[in-house]
């Protein structure tokens, strides 16, 4: 059942200066343990995306969708990974990564027959059991984000998204580094570093079937953001639990 998947947390703070109380283990499994997880708006029960659900796609978006369709879920393309990246002062930052199109790690086997070098070049980072960690696309913000009119974000792997979406003293992550901030009511807010008073929106605000994920202003002022740009982080097998469970 779905509530027997649940744990008690007790004050929990998370990425900001909201106290986790909640029974809602989704968001510590995302945060902490790093499992992937569904992104749900809060709206429309939408989840959120990779246009191109494809390992070689780096200058697409992502959008809303509102069905799960049999193609997405295969390619992983409605799951996320929301990784550790660092902190900024006292609160810690995160990569959003898809699981669509993720490039496995090379294997030991063929490691070792590359030699040293190529193994030093295919091996991106080990994990705490010591297994090579795969690539993974993030989404990276525009640097002229959110006033400009193109598109405000990509997923793509750091290393080939394009120069208005790189750092720009010369850090590729600096554009793909997110405070995340649990809501009070349980969801979580996105807002970029390098855009402190953007948030993670929508195009036109609008949280259509297919709407682009663009920066949005968050007019609210705070980082509680407003419930047209939050999203409850669902795990795989809840990813049909209604959003507004959360609040029964």
Same mark, same amino acid.
């Given at each position: 059942?779905y509530t027997q998947e649940r744990t008690v947390m007790s004050n929990l703070v998370v990425g900001g200066p909201v106290a986790?109380?909640?029974?809602?283990?989704?968001?510590?499994?995302?945060?902490?343990?790093?499992?992937?997880?569904? &992104?749900?708006?809060?709206?429309?029960?939408?989840? &959120?995306?990779?246009?191109?659900?494809?390992?070689?796609?780096?200058?697409?978006?992502? +959008?809303? =969708?509102?069905?799960?369709?049999?193609?997405?879920?295969? #390619?992983?393309? !409605?799951?996320?990974?929301?990784?550790?990246?660092?902190?900024?002062?006292?609160?810690? &930052?995160?990569?959003?990564?898809? /699981? #669509? %199109?993720?490039?496995?790690?090379t294997p030991a086997v063929a490691a070792g027959a590359a030699g040293a070098a190529g193994a030093g070049r295919a091996d991106? $980072?080990? $994990? *705490?059991?010591?297994?090579?960690?795969? @690539? @993974? @696309?993030?989404?990276?913000?525009?640097?002229?984000?959110?006033?400009?009119? /193109?598109?405000?974000?990509?997923? %793509?792997?750091?290393?080939?998204?394009?120069? +208005?979406?790189?750092?720009?003293?010369?850090?590729i992550e600096d554009t793909q580094l997110w405070v995340v901030t649990v809501t009070p009511w349980g969801g979580i807010t996105?807002?970029?570093?390098?855009?402190? *008073?953007?948030? &993670? %929106?929508? +195009?036109? !605000? =609008?949280?259509?079937? *297919? /709407?682009? /994920?663009?920066?949005?202003?968050?007019?609210? %002022? *705070?980082?509680?953001?407003?419930?047209?740009?939050?999203?409850?982080?669902?795990?795989?097998?809840?990813?049909?639990?209604?959003?507004?469970?959360?609040?029964?």
């Amino acid at each position: 059942m779905y509530t027997q998947e649940r744990t008690v947390m007790s004050n929990l703070v998370v990425g900001g200066p909201v106290a986790v109380n909640s029974y809602d283990n989704a968001i510590v499994a995302a945060l902490i343990e790093n499992r992937p997880v569904m &992104l749900v708006h809060a709206f429309n029960g939408g989840y &959120l995306r990779p246009v191109e659900l494809k390992e070689d796609s780096h200058d697409k978006g992502v +959008k809303l =969708a509102t069905a799960l369709d049999p193609a997405t879920k295969d #390619a992983q393309g !409605h799951l996320w990974h929301i990784t550790p990246g660092g902190f900024f002062g006292q609160r810690p &930052l995160y990569f959003i990564e898809s /699981a #669509a %199109g993720q490039v496995p790690p090379t294997p030991a086997v063929a490691a070792g027959a590359a030699g040293a070098a190529g193994a030093g070049r295919a091996d991106t $980072g080990r $994990g *705490d059991d010591g297994v090579p960690k795969p @690539r @993974r @696309r993030r989404i990276s913000v525009h640097q002229e984000a959110p006033k400009s009119t /193109a598109d405000t974000v990509q997923l %793509g792997l750091p290393d080939k998204v394009g120069d +208005k979406w790189r750092g720009k003293n010369g850090a590729i992550e600096d554009t793909q580094l997110w405070v995340v901030t649990v809501t009070p009511w349980g969801g979580i807010t996105f807002v970029p570093i390098t855009h402190p *008073d953007a948030i &993670l %929106g929508f +195009k036109d !605000h =609008a949280v259509t079937a *297919d /709407a682009e /994920a663009r920066l949005t202003y968050n007019w609210g %002022g *705070d980082f509680t953001g407003t419930v047209i740009n939050t999203f409850y982080p669902r795990l795989p097998n809840e990813w049909n639990v209604p959003y507004h469970h959360v609040f029964t």
